[in-house]
């Protein structure tokens, strides 16, 4: 399901115009984005969490150069669902 596709539905289900469900739908990924590079986990019960994981330091190589390289350690964004969310998708 595509961002357009998901606006048509909202706006089919609340009888909101199109316009105002994209707008509302950017300014939630806007509000996770912000969040996330602020080191802050948006929680929404009954629906899931976007959480940062940790990754450490490693050590990587270049096959086509053979050489290794150090990659740092990094914040990656994740979605981690609630049990409910789950529960519905697994039937």
Same mark, same amino acid.
């Given at each position: ?19 105002? !469900? ?8 806007? +509000? &996770?984005? *912000?969040?996330? %590079? ?21 050590? !990587? ?8 390289? +150090? &990659?740092? *350690?990094?914040? %990656? ?15």
């Amino acid at each position: 399901m595509t961002k357009q596709e998901v606006v048509n539905e909202i706006s089919a289900k609340t009888g909101v115009d199109k316009a105002d !469900a994209l707008k509302c739908v950017e300014a939630f990924m806007e +509000v &996770v984005k *912000e969040s996330l %590079i602020n080191e802050e986990n948006v929680y929404l019960r009954g629906f899931g969490s976007f959480i940062l994981k940790k990754r450490a330091e490693k050590t !990587a190589r270049n096959i086509s150069k053979n050489t290794t390289l +150090v &990659v740092p *350690e990094h914040n %990656i964004p994740a979605f981690k669902p609630a049990k409910i969310f789950m529960k519905g998708v697994k039937k």
